[in-house]
Nanobody, 121 residues
């Protein structure tokens, strides 16, 4: 069984910063892509940033230049550094990871429980 545990959310004023962390634990052979999604109240969940095992990174346009995704494979952890936060960034942020539990097994997508981020104006 694999678990993703997020931390780092909270309340911050506009212009401030937060750093989200997501640690994967359990039976893990390899982690392929990892990413952060967010879901604001009344809106659909959207991809914020993703990073592959090879280091390819993708951001949604609205966070480019403000957010930075990174990963530490030794710790099975992905991070999201969020700077210059805006009220529009307010949402529940979810971690996602595509994990292979054993060699040549299926790759399964796992989700964290979500961590709320509130940016006040």
């Amino acid at each position: 069984q694999v678990q993703l545990v997020e931390s780092g959310g909270g309340l911050v004023q506009a212009g401030g910063s937060l750093r989200l962390s997501c640690a994967a634990s359990g039976i893990i052979f390899s982690i392929n892509a990892m990413g952060w999604y967010r879901q604001a109240s009344g809106k659909q969940r959207e991809l914020v940033a993703s990073i592959t095992s090879g280091g390819m990174i993708n951001y949604v346009d609205s966070v480019k230049g403000r957010f930075t995704i990174s990963r530490d494979d030794a710790k099975n952890t992905v991070y999201l550094q969020m700077n210059s936060l805006e009220p529009e960034d307010t949402a529940v942020y979810y971690c996602n990871a595509a994990i292979e539990a054993r060699p040549r097994s299926y790759v399964i997508s796992y989700w964290g429980q979500g961590t709320p981020v509130t940016v006040s104006s």
